[in-house]
């Protein structure tokens, strides 16, 4: 069921005609960078202007400066991460990824500062243009968030 969210929205795009082609190469580089946590790879894919969004997480970038920090401490949080994608649909310069994210976070962002385990599902749309991400918004399985976290992701 907390994947259904995720299987709407792809259907939704690509019933309104949204989902147009990405270079595979740049989505395959993509998903290895993300995988590696390798902050120069992903630099070298995403546009200095690139429009980042999560829209669950109320997180919004608009150079890929600012965006890669973020990235930074989010893996720096963890003692181990993965990141896969399921499925993607590609057309005219966008993309739709289907990913799961995996890992153990720790530290700080928990009372109790307990490692956490998880598998969180979400959908990824993105714009490619030039060869580089120029429009990301990441939607992830918010129910399996706040199960996991025990908190609303605004905190």
Wanted: no cysteine; proline share 4%; aromatic share 12%.
């Amino acid at each position: 069921m907390k994947h259904y969210l995720s299987l709407w929205l792809v259907g939704a795009f690509m019933l309104n005609g949204w989902l147009a082609p990405a270079d595979s190469q740049v989505l395959d580089r993509f998903a290895a960078a993300m995988d590696a946590q390798d902050i120069q790879a992903l630099q070298s894919l995403y546009s200095p202007q690139v429009d980042f969004a999560d829209i669950n997480l109320r997180t919004h970038f608009t150079n890929s400066q600012t965006l890669l920090e973020h990235f930074g401490q989010f893996w720096r949080a963890h003692e181990a991460f993965s990141f896969k994608v399921l499925d993607s649909v590609l057309q005219d310069g966008q993309a739709a990824l289907k990913v799961e994210w995996t890992g153990t976070i720790v530290g700080a962002l928990f009372p109790d500062e307990k490692p956490r385990d998880y598998t969180i599902g979400g959908v990824m749309l993105l714009e490619i243009e030039d060869g580089k991400i120029t429009r990301q918004r990441d939607y992830i399985d918010l129910r399996t968030y706040i199960e996991l976290f025990g908190m609303p992701p605004s905190h």
